[in-house]
């Protein structure tokens, strides 16, 4: 039986005594288990230091509910995020490593191009607000509101909105980016305060929907924001999310989402990727369960298609 193996790390997991402490990301990685069962996969997850020529030392089977040892694996799903230069340092080391040897969601290069932000501006510069990585290129930026983000954060993680008379410095390592005003929603569809975000998969909008924040600017879901379904994209989102695709299409298969912000000319604005598309607002937000497993469908059937050739 093929064995896909998913390295995680994150807060709520993964642990000995249970794989993990939050039971939506129980539910979210069971289900992905049991629609990979169907279609004659096993999955075994493990933290990224369990895993060592091939095998997983330890490992967790959410369909037995026990923790396995010596478990070979046929690909890798990398869920691994990130809280010290220490372990940034050894996740990039071992991705290298596992690229050489399996095939991995997501390669190298996305992973480098979605979690740094330095990166991902040196790319798509043209599709992203006006952004200075150092203090005395602020004058660039024409707002008079900044966001102040660290290179390396996730989940809304450090980025603070405050205004640039009142900024004296940039913290080792952060960004600044000019001020979207979302208020205005989109056409048509919502109006206020909102985030876009999309979700690609092997060069194809596998999903989409608007995160809105409980108050504020911040609309992360880690951070208290809310997932609302819209019934379209506008086509400008979708031209830019081709044009983003078309640096990645060398990597198969590849999972990750972009988030825009439109301002109130309703012209979309790339936020940032994200190399790990969060799985457990699917089981957090009512009617999205379904799209959930038909994601899950169409990512092993990409997963499936590599591995036969």
């Known amino acids: 039986m093929t064995t896909i193996g998913i390295l995680y790390n994150d807060v709520d997991g993964i642990f000995l005594k249970r794989p993990f402490s939050a039971p939506y990301s129980l539910a979210a990685y ?4 049991e629609i990979a069962a169907e279609r004659g ?3 075994a997850v493990a933290k990224p230091g369990w895993y060592a020529g091939n095998k997983l030392a330890l490992s967790w089977n959410l369909l037995t509910e026990r923790v396995e040892r010596s ?3 046929d690909f890798i799903f990398d869920r691994c995020l990130s809280f010290s230069d220490a372990h940034r340092t050894f996740m990039r080391r071992l991705r290298n490593s596992l690229n050489r040897t399996l095939p991995l969601v997501n390669h190298p290069f996305i992973e480098g191009a979605c979690t740094d932000k330095r990166r991902t501006h040196a790319l798509f510069s043209r599709f992203m607000p006006a952004t200075c990585l150092r203090y005395r290129d602020l004058r660039a930026i024409r707002s008079p509101t900044v966001v102040v983000k660290p290179r390396f954060g996730f989940g809304g993680r450090g980025v603070r909105v ?3 008379e009142r900024l004296r410095s940039l913290p080792r390592g952060a960004l600044a980016q000019e001020f979207i005003d979302t208020s205005a929603g989109m056409r048509g569809m919502y109006h206020g305060v909102h985030d876009l975000r999309v979700v690609m998969l092997d060069g194809r909008v596998a999903d989409f ?7 504020g600017f911040i ?4 951070r208290g924001g809310s997932a609302v379904r819209i019934p379209r994209l506008p086509y400008r989102v ?3 999310c081709s044009e983003v695709d078309k640096r990645f299409a060398a990597c198969k298969p590849r999972l990750y989402s972009i988030d825009f912000l439109l301002d109130r000319h309703q012209v979309p604005w790339i936020a940032e990727l994200n190399a790990h598309v969060t799985l ?4 957090e937000f009512e009617g999205m369960k379904p799209v959930y497993d038909e994601l899950c469908r169409r990512l092993l059937g990409s997963i499936q298609s590599v591995l036969e050739n």
């Open 30 to 33: 069971r289900k992905f288990s």
């Open 41 to 43: 996969f096993k999955v």
């Open 71 to 73: 478990v070979p694996v």
């Open 162 to 164: 405050v205004s640039k």
């Open 209 to 215: 929907y608007l995160r809105v924040p409980r108050h």
């Open 219 to 222: 609309s992360n879901i880690s």
């Open 238 to 240: 979708r031209k830019i």
């Open 280 to 283: 457990v607002s699917y089981y």
